[in-house]
T-cell receptor, first 117, second 111 residues
Framework: GAVVSQHPSWVICKSGTSVKIECRSLDFQATTMFWYRQFPKQSLMLMATSNEGSKATYEQGVEKDKFLINHASLTLSTLTVTSAHPEDSSFYIC?????????????FGSGTRLTVV | LAKTTQPISMDSYEGQEVNITCSHNNIATNDYITWYQQFPSQGPRFIIQGYKTKVTNEVASLFIPADRKSSTLSLPRVSLSDTAVYYCLVGDAGGYNKLIFGAGTRLAVHP
């Protein structure tokens, strides 16, 4: 089945620095990928939709200048948390859709645990 | 996008059948019903999807009544490893629709 690889699985960074998270579709091409954030004991919250070759679409309330998304190829999307602060500590999850699989084609990465100290 | 409502939590014991019901009163004609499972510190994993009546795979069954305003995920003979959060999602099969997650149901399976 479709596989989405997310890297790194965890990262600790200092406040004020930037962190990049990668999301790769390993065996299919994904023109669209999605980024979620999940706080402890809460559900996944959609942050943005990443579109290959064009600008990402951000959900209301998500700062596009803080969470930079780049979808440079059909298999790679990156999320950069700029000038990270402790309140950005969270579990970030990406998802990609294999259009060839129709409605069942959404596959999620294993997530990235970001801790800002 | 149709909103979904599920119980916040459920408890069960090993070997029992667990049924989790999801309400989606505003489901549209083109919408499918999909269930995901999430373990702590992992991404969600697809369990099952259906449009109407009953769907069964090696993991679970999905029951959808004729009016499609609700659905029930059935997990036969649960084990401790089935302890997880289960999400019911409703969305159009076509296009590039984003998946919006509700609160989910936290299932705890006890020995």
């Amino acid at each position: 089945g479709a596989v989405v690889s997310q890297h790194p699985s965890w990262v600790i960074c200092k406040s004020g620095t930037s962190v990049k998270i990668e999301c790769r579709s390993l065996d299919f091409q994904a023109t669209t990928m999605f980024w979620y954030r999940q706080f402890p004991k809460q559900s996944l919250m959609l942050m943005a939709t990443s579109n290959e070759g064009s600008k990402a679409t951000y959900e209301q309330g998500v700062e596009k200048d803080k969470f930079l998304i780049n979808h440079a190829s059909l298999t790679l999307s990156t999320l950069t948390v700029t000038s990270a602060h402790p309140e950005d500590s969270s579990f970030y999850i990406c998802s990609a859709r294999d259009v060839g699989q129709g409605a069942v084609g959404y596959t999620f990465g294993s997530g990235t645990r970001l801790t800002v100290v | 996008l149709a909103k979904t409502t599920q119980p916040i939590s459920m408890d069960s014991y090993e070997g029992q059948e667990v049924n989790i019901t999801c309400s989606h009163n505003n489901i549209a004609t083109n919408d499918y019903i999909t269930w995901y499972q999430q373990f702590p510190s992992q991404g969600p994993r697809f369990i099952i999807q259906g449009y109407k009546t009953k769907v069964t795979n090696e993991v679970a069954s999905l029951f959808i009544p004729a009016d499609r305003k609700s659905s029930t995920l059935s997990l036969p003979r649960v084990s401790l490893s089935d302890t997880a959060v289960y999400y019911c999602l409703v969305g159009d099969a076509g296009g590039y629709n984003k998946l919006i997650f509700g609160a989910g149901t936290r299932l705890a399976v006890h020995p």
